[in-house]
């Protein structure tokens, strides 16, 4: 029979197919014994390794699972972290801090009104335009394209000096020769005629300066502006001193003052004229203050907040960014393991298909083996023993039996063995 084909074990089953089919039908005593041993080790192996395999790949899909739930947790994390920060990392873009800094701006503006500089702002903004006109900026590409020039011409001159007699053979210092001396001469000429060079460049900048200067010089000595700011101080304070505040505080002071007068008979003497003299003014100059350091204190609020909104902005987003790193980090690890997890599960599965597949080769070898003992025992030392596995003689079997019953078994193909066989 062929056990090859009962187990199907591919190339190993052929093998045995072939061994065993060599060995022809057995069908008795040892050799039969040989052949359901064979038969079971093979299949057992068979069992292991495809168990094992399975075992192996089950492990490996069980923690890819795992830490494919890791890394949607740790993305998910990530998400909702900065869906929290996406407040705080827009409160510090510009365009919406630009209402706290433009506050703040314009009570400085206000504050220059009340000191009388207001005409330094409308100074301010005609230099700036001054600067931007065609005439300014065509006399600053003037002058860098004359310095462009110079440079251009200085290097043509240094080439040509140093192709001189007076740059290859330098005059030494006295004590001083060789090659170190020659190059450090060298040098110090150059060094000497980039220095005195040098003053052509600051000349033309030079020139090039006085000539802008003078389009700003009529705009810092014009005194227009010096006018705009005492009439922008004085509009600033008129507009206290017809303000609600400054009457309703004169009222209640003057008809106070006039008050306690009358009472104590002296309505009309000098002091009581005096007080109500400096009545206003002292009023106007508090108000003025008080207006003045309610300007400041705006200003600087304005400034303070538009600075915490964009320090809030700048760390929000470091953080945003910084948990992108961590996580990024952390979902990177977990893909590593993973991988390495799909590579331990792939190898488990094929070291145990190997290891099944080298017991059932063993199982299979042991048993050839121990089949052609058994034949070459038949032809071996023991006179008794034929082919086969069989007894030459009746004799022979009754004498190893111990007197139990033999049989002859008849050859049941071409080639086969035959002799007598102790019956069990």
């Known amino acids: 029979m062929s056990f090859g084909i009962a187990f199907g074990l591919g190339v190993g089953g052929a093998v045995a197919a072939a061994g065993i089919g060599a060995g022809t039908a057995l069908g008795v005593g040892g050799t039969a014994l040989l052949a359901g041993g064979l038969a079971s080790s ?3 192996q068979a069992m292991a390794a495809k168990k094992g395999s399975a075992a192996a790949r089950a492990a490996a899909d069980a923690q890819k699972k795992g830490q494919d739930a890791a890394i949607a947790e740790q993305r998910r994390q990530f998400d909702t972290m900065r869906e929290i920060l996406a407040p705080y990392v827009t409160a510090g873009r510009p365009d919406l801090t630009q209402e706290y800094i433009g506050a703040g701006a314009g009570a400085i503006q206000q504050m220059q009104r009340l000191a009388g500089l207001g005409g330094e702002q409308a ?3 005609a230099l700036f335009q001054a600067r931007q006109s065609p005439q300014f900026t065509q006399l600053s590409q003037i002058t860098q394209s004359n310095v462009d020039e110079y440079l251009r011409n200085r290097e043509q001159e240094l080439a040509n000096f140093q192709k001189s007699a007076a740059y290859k053979k330098p005059t030494l210092a006295e004590g001083q020769k060789g090659k170190a001396a020659i190059k450090q001469a060298r040098e110090d000429l150059i060094a000497q005629f980039k220095l005195e060079t040098d003053k052509g460049i600051r000349g033309i900048e030079a020139q090039g300066f006085e000539q802008q200067q003078a389009i700003l010089n009529p705009i810092l000595q014009d005194q227009q502006y ?14 206290i001193e017809q303000g ?4 309703e505080l004169t009222r209640q002071g003057e008809a106070a003052l006039l008050a306690n007068a009358s009472a104590t008979g002296r309505r009309g003497a000098e002091d009581t004229q005096a007080m109500l003299g400096k009545l206003r003014p002292q009023l106007l100059n508090s108000l003025i203050e008080q207006q003045y350091a309610k300007f400041a204190g705006l ?18 987003a470091a953080g945003t960014a910084n948990m992108g790193i961590q996580s990024g980090g952390a979902i990177s690890n977990l893909l590593a393991q993973q991988g390495a997890t799909q590579a331990a599960g792939i190898t488990g599965a094929a070291n145990a298909q190997i290891a099944g597949m080298t017991g059932a080769a063993g199982a299979l070898s042991g048993g050839l083996q121990n089949f052609a003992l058994l034949n070459m025992l038949g032809t071996g030392g023991n006179p008794g023993l034929g082919q086969g596995g069989f ?8 004498a190893a039996g111990g007197g139990a019953p033999v049989a002859y078994s008849a050859p049941t193909g071409p080639g086969g063995y035959s002799g007598w066989y102790i019956q069990s």
Request: aromatic fraction near 4%.
């Open 42 to 44: 093979v299949a057992s």
């Open 391 to 398: 007894y030459s003689s009746q004799a022979a079997a009754t």
């Open 299 to 316: 200003a600087n609020a304005g400034q303070t907040a538009a600075q915490n909104l964009l320090n809030i902005g700048q760390a929000s």
């Open 226 to 239: 010096e006018q705009i700011g005492r009439q922008q101080q004085q509009q600033a304070i008129q507009q």
């Open 244 to 247: 609600p505040l400054f009457q």
């Open 123 to 125: 100074r301010q903004q």
